[in-house]
């Protein structure tokens, strides 16, 4: 019971950093490398300010407006200085490593003293993880959900499917560009505030790998469930946080090193991206 729970709270907590990820990389189509930076940004304001005796929603809100504020800086390097994307992600998730050590005064910040936004629910007992985490998990899908079929939330959607059409209808781009980094990172923001504070900790190097988690998160959604209408979409990606830290947890279960769990999630964002070839290559061999 206690392993269902504890993978359906972190599948839920990071299924925030992949909403964010799904945003940059499906909506705009933008291979945004900022994540690592972003996430660590989150954590590392949260727990600054948290242990400075701020209240942890103030704390919180702080840390998706600065998550914001990186995808807004990838942003201009990509439509201002016209640096190709791949470029912009890595020089602003390069500087977000020294603001994030500035920002903390040293590499590890302890929280397991200091009130965080989980007390608020600890009358759920055992299950105040799972209710806070759910509750804004199905926030942010109705809002995502609801954003996306505005009218510039169509904007930001037909700039990740046609650029050349978009701007032939008068629409900026690089406006609909920098609204998606700004949204995705400050998405990724609020994932690293949240699992600060459901870890006890921030650390300078917590958002290693999670590119590549939020990736497989993403993968393993739109595999596991054919995308129907934006609503499904948004839902399979935060299903596929879910199954993605299922799988790993049963990793860690049966015997593998915590060493091997970037190997782990590697191979399942291979397998996860050939499963529709295979299924094409079987169905044409019968």
């Known amino acids: 019971m206690s392993f269902a729970i504890s993978t359906l709270e ?52 702080v840390s998706f407006l600065a998550g914001g504020l990186a995808g807004l800086v990838t942003g201009f390097l990509n439509t201002k200085l016209k640096i190709t994307e791949l470029l912009a992600g890595i020089l602003t998730m390069t500087a977000l490593y020294s603001i994030n050590l500035r920002i903390m005064g040293k ?37 995502t959900n609801y954003f996306l079929q505005t009218r510039t939330g169509f904007a930001l959607r037909a700039t990740g499917n046609n650029q050349q059409m978009v701007r032939s209808m008068g629409i900026n781009t690089n406006t609909t560009i920098t609204l998606g980094l700004i949204i995705s990172n400050a998405y990724i923001a609020l994932a690293g505030s949240l699992v600060s504070q459901y870890q006890g900790f921030a650390d300078a190097g917590m958002g290693i790998g999670t590119l590549v988690a939020g990736l497989a998160s993403v993968i393993i959604g739109e595999v596991l469930f054919r995308e129907r209408n934006i609503l499904w979409a948004v839902i399979s990606a935060v299903v596929g946080s879910i199954v993605y830290r299922g799988a790993i947890a049963v990793a860690l279960t049966i015997g593998f090193n915590p060493t091997d769990l970037k190997l782990l999630t590697a191979i399942l964002v291979v397998i996860a991206l050939s499963l529709p070839g295979l299924k094409k290559i079987v169905i044409s061999s019968n």
């Open 107 to 143: 590499s590890n910040i302890p929280m397991l003293n200091n009130k965080s936004i989980l007390d608020y629910f600890s009358f759920a007992g055992n299950y105040r993880n799972i209710l806070f985490f759910g509750l804004i998990m199905i926030f942010l899908v109705l809002l």
């Open 10 to 61: 972190q599948g839920l907590v990071y299924g925030i950093m992949a909403l964010g990820v799904y945003i940059s990389f499906k909506i705009i189509n933008f291979a945004d490398l900022t994540v690592e930076g972003s996430f660590t940004l989150g954590a590392a304001v949260t727990a600054k300010l948290i242990t400075s005796g701020v209240n942890p929603i103030f704390s919180i809100i």
